[in-house]
T-cell receptor, first 112, second 115 residues
Framework: KNQVEQSPQSLIILEGKNCTLQ??????????LRWYKQDTGRGPVSLTI?????NTKSNGRYTATLDADTKQSSLHITASQLSDSASYIC???????????FGAGTTVTVRA | ETGVTQTPRHLVMGMTNKKSLKCEQH?????MYWYKQSAKKPLELMFV???????ENNSVPSRFSPECPNSSHLFLHLHTLQPEDSALYLC??????????????FGPGTRLTVL
């Protein structure tokens, strides 16, 4: 069973609307959690990184939250734009280990 | 751009062909990685090189053969592949390798199709 589960698998939203993506993980001991954005035909690019002590972090219209107790994270996209259409991947690191645990991603499609 | 380049961007090959994927990083990192990305699946780690030594070989079939001649370059040699090997192959680099968790910077990937 994968240690990082993302939901939904895909979603479609209208331009200007908000959406929230979910990530649940079982990786332990936890080190940090990153959200990556992957545009079609490109490699993933880091959006945010959160450590154990951080609850919220923003990067422009992207806001990530982390609840280390329940091992859940979310990525909120505000006022979506067509350029937000991409796959969003949750990636969790464990302490003392270079290996990353990847979620399968959520594909977001923003329509005009 | 992330500072990691990959060539070719697209590759179509028959099962009897031999080809190579190339990755180059311009970030001064000392660890490099190969991942396989299949549709609807999480990224799968294939190989890890730290300071030009292979530190991870994740039960990858021998038809995939990595090579790391220096800390800036990484190759993936392919031979007698199967159709199920069709995927996006991503290269990444990071400041450190084994024992620490550093951000990995990804290249744009090579879209491989095996006929």
């Amino acid at each position: 069973k994968n240690q990082v589960e993302q939901s939904p698998q895909s979603l479609i939203i209208l331009e200007g609307k908000n959406c929230t993506l979910q990530c649940n993980y079982t990786v332990s001991p936890f080190s940090n959690l990153r959200w990556y954005k992957q545009d079609t035909g490109r490699g993933p690019v880091s959006l945010t990184i959160m450590t154990f002590s951080e609850n919220t972090k923003s990067n422009g219209r992207y806001t990530a939250t982390l609840d280390a107790d329940t091992k859940q994270s979310s990525l909120h996209i505000t006022a979506s734009q067509l350029s937000d259409s991409a796959s969003y991947i949750c990636v969790v690191s464990s302490q003392y280990d270079y290996k990353l645990s990847f979620g399968a991603g959520t594909t977001v499609t923003v329509r005009a | 751009e992330t500072g990691v380049t990959q060539t070719p961007r697209h590759l179509v090959m028959g099962m009897t062909n031999k080809k190579s994927l190339k990755c180059e990083q311009h970030l001064g990192h000392n660890a490099m990685y190969w991942y396989k990305q299949s549709a609807k699946k999480p990224l799968e780690l294939m190989f890890v090189y730290s300071l030009e030594e292979r530190v991870e070989n994740n039960s990858v079939p021998s038809r995939f053969s990595p090579e790391c001649p220096n800390s800036s370059h990484l190759f993936l040699h392919l031979h007698t592949l199967q159709p199920e090997d069709s995927a996006l192959y991503l290269c990444a680099s990071s400041q450190g390798g084994s024992g620490r968790s550093y951000e990995q910077f990804f290249g744009p990937g090579t879209r491989l199709t095996v006929l």
